[in-house]
């Protein structure tokens, strides 16, 4: 029988059985005593619209075999509806109505789930409400008040309480901050990361540099993370994490690959997707954690047309063991630019301060600045500037000896009109200055002035309201054949460099200022020495928040002053 006539075949089968007679009948896959299950949804956007019966029967399915298979949670991998229309929503309550209360699940939000809504809005929240789940005991907490699309939980495999992180669609660059602390907070648990776009074709993770990928989750919504961007800046950081779960390519149906991350725990990647099969079959992946306690079970089965999915049998039904971390301290990153920094900043503004905190703490030079004219730091690790009169003034002696420099700078740009407005500036606004500025929204310089003469590196740049941008500007001394040379970054690529006559030593620093410019910022560092192209690469392939450095030995303690916050350093 062809694959055609067969789809036909069990689809009219369906229609004339109903998914509960085929589930009756189904051959389900051997269990073994003592096993703990978690079941995994894969994407249930042709379900939701147009075969809720389908949807029924798979968790009614996990209903009943609650008890005989110990399912400990259901994890959903996003695109929970087609459209995100109210009535795909009110399908799948349905279908999760029949396990709640009885089976934990978490649900991730797909790129569907945001189709009809404008910017990061779905109807999820209206339908699986945070007040209800959070009177669960295996509720953890929530990025946004009342938004599930960022949330965690903890599920309980053979004793130990594990947690599972589910991240938006493209997680944005302050998501994944928060990520970063809440698995730093419990990296005592094991952990799973689930979020509908990780992996790409042939196992590869999403990468934007590559170019051409389809349905990238890269720059989603104006500012989105990527599988890779994901691995670096967050998963392979932490010692508890054991498997990160996807959807989202239902072309490539299934992926997998392991990895080994920073303390050496190995962590297990998967892709599941079946939406092109038919509509999925009713396919569920189950995860059976064995009595050893190092042994997950991988397992493809449909209680609605029974049996597994034959399509790619190794990714089918496999086995994998848990890797636990073997260091206590990370290697340095090896990803695709090994170049760590040779030296670390001197001086580090990381906005990690309380909500309300005047001060801006220099975790690592000690020179502490303060917040002016609304500024604030909203308790996250930012630092808000909510107009383009707000900034915050630095102290003087930032430039240090005057000789070579670098700044660098994570920030998204929140207003809709710029002139001549400085996301950043080192000197004086007489004419002496160092300085990143927006001329207008779309133009701008990098720009060195002494006693009024300005030199500069102007370019037409594309931007986004609220998307983070990395900006890194360099003055090496003599890096123009004896001249001094200035060099402008943006994430991650030179945009240009110029020979100067200029000399940062002649510049008179006394007013060192953060703005007065609209916009969120994540962290401001500056180093004594000029940055090399494969440190920038690094750096803003790492993101704010950590420091690759080549001898990490070479790191000071961050300084502590009873001015300055006192909850501890994020992790790097």
Not at 106 to 131: C, I, P, Q, S
Not at 193 to 200: D, P, V
Not at 446 to 460: F, L, M, S, T
């Amino acid at each position: 029988m062809n694959t055609r006539r067969a789809v036909l075949t069990v689809l009219l089968w369906l229609m004339i059985a109903g998914p509960a007679a085929a589930a009756a009948e189904a051959d389900e896959p051997p269990f073994v005593e003592g096993s703990t299950t978690l079941v995994v949804l894969p994407d249930t956007e042709g379900y939701a619209g147009r075969r809720p019966n389908i949807f029924n029967a798979m968790m009614q399915w996990v209903a009943d075999n609650r008890e005989a298979r110990n399912i400990a949670g259901v994890l959903h991998v996003g695109d929970v509806t087609n459209n995100n229309t109210k009535q795909e929503w009110t399908n799948a309550r349905a279908a999760f109505d029949r396990i709640e209360g009885k089976v934990p699940y978490v649900l991730a939000a797909g790129n569907h789930d945001y189709d009809g809504t404008e910017g990061r809005l779905t109807h999820m929240n209206e339908f699986f409400k945070v007040d209800d789940l959070r009177k669960r005991p295996a509720f953890g907490g929530v990025y946004e008040p009342g938004k599930l699309e960022n949330h965690y939980q903890f599920l309980q495999i053979h004793g130990r309480r594990w947690i599972v992180l589910s991240l938006e669609m493209g997680p944005r660059s302050e998501v994944v901050a928060w990520a970063n602390r809440i698995l730093a907070e419990h990296k005592d648990r094991p952990a799973i990361l689930l979020t509908h776009a990780y992996l790409y074709y042939g196992n590869a993770r999403y990468d934007h540099r590559r170019g051409g990928q389809r349905a990238s989750p890269y720059n989603f919504c104006g500012d989105g993370a990527d599988g890779e961007m994901l691995w670096n800046r967050l998963v392979r950081r932490h010692p508890n994490v054991m498997m990160v779960i996807c959807g989202h390519l239902s072309s490539q149906y299934v992926g997998y690959r392991k990895d080994e991350a920073d303390h050496g725990n190995i962590v297990h990647q998967m892709l599941v997707d079946y939406e092109k099969m038919g509509g999925g079959h009713g396919f569920l992946r189950l995860l059976e954690f064995l009595p050893d306690g190092k042994t997950v079970q991988v397992r493809t089965f449909s209680p609605v047309t029974g049996g597994a999915n034959p399509r790619n049998p190794d990714l089918e039904e496999f086995r994998f063991e848990l890797g636990p971390a073997t260091r206590d301290t990370p290697r340095p990153a090896a990803g695709t630019n090994p170049e760590a920094l040779a030296r670390p900043p001197r001086h580090r503004y990381s906005f990690d301060g309380e909500a309300g905190a005047q001060v801006l703490r220099d975790s690592i030079g000690g020179r502490h600045g303060t917040l002016h004219e609304g500024a604030r730091l909203d308790g996250q690790g930012h630092l808000i500037l909510p107009t383009n009169a707000s900034y915050a003034t630095l102290p003087t002696g930032l430039l240090e000896g005057k000789g070579d420099l670098s700044f660098e700078l994570w920030f998204a740009p929140t207003g809709r009109t710029y002139k001549w407005h400085a996301a950043v500036r080192f000197g004086c606004h007489e004419g002496d200055w160092l300085t990143y500025v927006f001329r207008t929204f779309n133009v701008h310089r990098a720009e060195i002035a002494v006693d009024g003469h300005n030199e500069d590196i102007q370019r037409k740049v594309p931007v986004q309201v609220g998307k983070t941008m990395h900006v890194v500007v360099t003055y090496d001394a003599d890096g123009a054949d004896g001249r001094p040379l200035l060099c402008y970054y943006r994430d991650g690529k030179r945009y240009g460099r110029m020979p100067t006559g200029l000399k940062l030593s002649d510049i008179e620093e006394a007013k060192n200022r953060i703005g007065p410019f609209a916009g969120r910022f994540d962290e401001l560092r500056l180093y004594a020495y000029p940055l090399s192209e494969g440190e920038v690469a690094g750096n803003y392939e790492a993101g704010p928040d950590r420091l690759e450095l080549a001898d990490r030995a070479d790191v000071p303690e961050p300084e502590k002053t009873p001015t300055a916050p006192t909850e501890p350093e994020a992790l790097p």
